[in-house]
């Protein structure tokens, strides 16, 4: 279960899956055995200058004096100033690499870069990549994260949109980018952060691009991804639950084709009557004892609950946005083109919310939000590091060409 979660997206948000029937401790640490198998392929993007890539390490302080960490993904052998896109991360702590971990051919754990990806990508259409790192997250010298707890349980919604405001402020300022072709692209989380970012620093910023939209404030997700949400990820997994059941033969045939879906979710935890038939309800209620474990412990400001089986959040973090607006009503301000990516089958934000963006710009009469929905996509988009290795499924193609006709627009 995850927040906003985004990395990886479609393994996260199985996370919901595998949670009944034992205690909460135990079901969440078999969500996240769940989590890592799935990493496993090859990681075919290694950075370098080989790639048509140059890093630059941008260091800066935010306005309390926590220092942080960006970089600036140019496009190697750029003329002059480069249109560049600045990356709002998902929920949780993040890096500027967002490493994934997994096992080669040979068992030997390895780290994959998934920001690599998208300034590789950005990178072949002219276009350079921004991110920084979440406060209190950094990386070893083998490129794993590392947390300071005190430091990254201070990041509330409002603390990290100070923070990407102090570093769009850096940003304007290089002198290898063009801070009047800038886009922001909102992840998860930064889908909610992007919009607030644009009103309060407007200046150069002429588009938006948001993947894995949360369309609503945190208390609203973490219930939908408890109710709602499981079943989806069901359905991305096994297609034949897509009528709200599941039965044992249904579920033995999709094993038969992927036998990794054993390693995932097993059928018994998931029919918890012992008929022999799963149901989006029967579901729904299995995950109640969890939400309501949530719920109490944001409640209670149980942030050592919170940061164990939810993200590494705090109750800080979470109430700050417990009753927000819904994203639209601050989408609704801009004039600037917004596109909207987002799966159908996303156990992690509701593609409900995606139509109701769109059905609130129809009612005001404005035309400048595209909408792209993927029937067979989760919050991940359907994303891989095999697939990434190929090119990439094509929602991430396609965002990133929406990037590419704007800045040349312009």
Not at 77 to 83: D, E, I, M, R, S
Not at 149 to 175: E, I
């Amino acid at each position: 279960m995850s927040v906003y979660t985004r990395k990886p997206f479609l393994r996260q948000a199985l996370a919901g899956i595998t949670r009944m029937k034992t205690s909460t401790r135990h079901t969440f640490a078999a969500a996240l055995f769940a989590v890592f198998s799935l990493s496993l392929g090859v990681c075919g993007f290694t950075q370098d200058k080989k790639d048509g890539v140059v890093d630059l390490f941008v260091r800066f302080s935010a306005t309390d004096g926590t220092p942080l960490e960006g970089k600036l993904s140019l496009p190697a052998g750029a003329k002059g100033q480069v249109p560049v896109v600045f990356y709002l991360h998902g929920a949780g702590p993040r890096t500027v690499d967002n490493p994934i971990q997994y096992r080669d051919a040979s068992g030997q754990l390895r780290a994959c870069r998934y920001l690599d990806f998208h300034s590789r990508e950005l990178a072949r259409r002219g276009v350079a990549f921004f991110r920084i790192g979440k406060r209190g997250c950094t990386s070893d010298s083998s490129g794993r994260p590392t947390i300071d707890r005190s430091v990254f349980s201070k990041a509330t919604p409002n603390v990290l949109l100070d923070d990407y405001a102090k570093a769009l402020d850096v940003l304007r300022q290089r002198t290898e980018t063009d801070a009047n072709r800038i886009l922001l692209l909102g992840s998860s989380e930064g889908t909610r952060l992007a919009p607030r970012l644009t009103t309060r620093s407007p200046k150069g910023i002429i588009g938006l691009v948001l993947m894995g939209y949360a369309s609503v404030n945190s208390r609203e997700i973490v219930v939908w991804q408890n109710t709602v949400g499981p079943w989806r990820n069901v359905q991305k997994l096994i297609p034949a639950a897509a009528g709200g059941k599941l039965t044992r033969a249904e579920y033995d045939a999709a094993v038969k084709k992927n036998p990794m879906l054993v390693r995932i979710v097993r059928f018994d935890s998931l029919d918890t009557d012992g008929d022999g038939i799963v149901t989006r309800e029967e579901l729904a209620r299995a995950n109640r004892r969890r939400l309501d474990a949530i719920l109490k412990a944001v409640g209670e400001r149980n942030d050592d609950f919170l940061w164990q089986y939810l993200l590494n959040l705090s109750s800080a973090y979470l109430l700050e946005d417990w009753n927000g607006d819904p994203t639209y009503v601050t989408l609704l301000k801009l004039d600037i083109p917004i596109a909207i990516f987002h799966g159908e089958l996303d156990g992690t934000c509701s593609i409900e919310g995606v139509r109701e963006a769109a059905k609130a710009f129809r009612a005001a009469g404005k035309t400048n939000l595209v909408v792209r929905a993927y029937p067979d996509a989760d919050h991940d988009l359907n994303w891989t590091i095999e697939a990434a290795s190929r090119g990439a499924p094509a929602p991430f193609q396609e965002a990133f060409d929406f990037v590419a006709r704007l800045v040349g627009s312009r």
